[in-house]
């Protein structure tokens, strides 16, 4: 009798989340790092860090270990994680554009001259352009304000009129033939806004970066380790909780593509959470995600080949959500990706 595989524990944290302030955010981009680590490695590996860069501070974090007088240590460290980690990186004014195009676009078969992911390319590549860069920031601002600002605490959901009336500037101010059909549709299709505005939270998970992250977090490692059976372990998040688990399970199980191949899908078998206090493989996910952040800072500020993205460049999630060309999409295609090539290789056979 055949015996059922090992699950595996993915332990993950996020970077630069700072809860419903996407766009105005201090970071440009949403990490969600993770790792494979057993606890008595993880353990390991944190007391490492400690002996290595030594500080004051209550609880290692990873704003200790990127200290500028920590960095060879750093450096040497991430060495032993290249096969052990993952760091999934999200642009976050990219990720609001693709939700717009997703919401008002989405199943659109009228013919706007771009389809699919070419049309949030598009809009990320030229609306700031074609509209006036303070025209394009609020319309996307009064979108996410609109889809998630009531999650705040004591704040009532946000009318519509906001994001309409920024819509109606976008069109009124558009010099670009291509982003004006789209606003056209956008503006035809308003309605689906007005319905979205008052659906249930539940209903609006996807807006939130961690949901789709923790889904391409679990493809990634389907991939890296070669469909193992997986189970999330993660610090508390405010909008994913234990009554959407399921949910996310079955969002993970769906197919998907990797570099024209088709994936049947991630065996995500549940997820739990800690605190990250008392669970050092959490502890060394925040390392990474500390690290992701750093390299994507880097990376807007055109820089490619500063030796912490090196030595993270294997670490690096081969599915980031970014426009083609962007920053984040040159640093990833910088370099190949070790367990992609390997993937690969493997389905070629």
């Not at 090196?310 to 060309?325: F, Y």
Request: with cysteine.
């Amino acid at each position: 009798m055949d015996q059922a595989p090992h699950t595996t524990v993915i332990a993950c944290d996020e970077s630069g989340s700072e809860g419903d302030n996407l766009l105005d955010a201090l970071d440009p981009v949403f990490v969600l790092a993770s790792t494979n680590l057993s606890l008595g490695d993880a353990e390991a590996f944190m007391d490492r860090l400690r002996r290595d860069m030594p500080t004051q501070a209550p609880e290692f974090k990873s704003k200790i270990a990127l200290r500028e007088r920590h960095r060879p240590a750093l450096l040497s460290a991430l060495e032993t994680l290249s096969d052990a980690g993952n760091i999934h990186l999200v642009d976050k004014t990219y990720f609001v554009t693709a939700k717009l195009v997703d919401v008002l676009l989405g199943g659109d078969l009228v013919d706007v001259g771009l389809h699919g992911r070419a049309r949030a390319d598009h809009l990320a590549n030229n609306a700031a352009a074609a509209i006036g860069p303070q025209t394009w920031v609020n319309l996307l601002r009064s979108f996410a304000t609109l889809l998630r600002g009531h999650r705040r605490t004591g704040r009532e959901r946000p009318a519509p009129d906001t994001f309409f009336a920024a819509l109606r500037d976008a069109r009124t101010s558009c010099q670009d033939g291509t982003t004006g059909r789209m606003l056209h549709r956008m503006w035809a299709r308003r309605d689906i806004v007005s319905e979205l505005a008052a659906a249930p939270t539940s209903a609006m998970r996807e807006i939130d970066p961690m949901w789709p992250s923790l889904v391409a977090v679990a493809q990634a490692w389907t991939i890296r380790l070669d469909d193992v059976p997986l189970e999330f372990v993660a610090d508390d998040y405010g909008s994913i909780g234990p009554d959407s688990v399921g949910e996310l399970i079955s969002a993970a199980a769906r197919p998907f593509p990797v570099h024209g191949f088709w994936h049947p899908g991630a065996e995500l078998r549940g997820v739990n959470f800690v605190d990250s206090r008392s669970d050092a493989r959490v502890q060394v996910a925040d390392i990474i995600a500390g690290v992701g952040g750093a390299i994507s800072r880097l990376a807007f500020a055109g820089v490619l080949d500063d030796p912490l993205q090196v030595h993270a460049h294997p670490l690096l999630d081969a599915n980031v959500m970014c426009a083609t060309g962007s920053p984040i999409d040159a640093l990833s295609e910088r370099r190949e990706s070790p367990y992609l090539e390997q993937y690969l290789r493997r389905r070629r056979r």
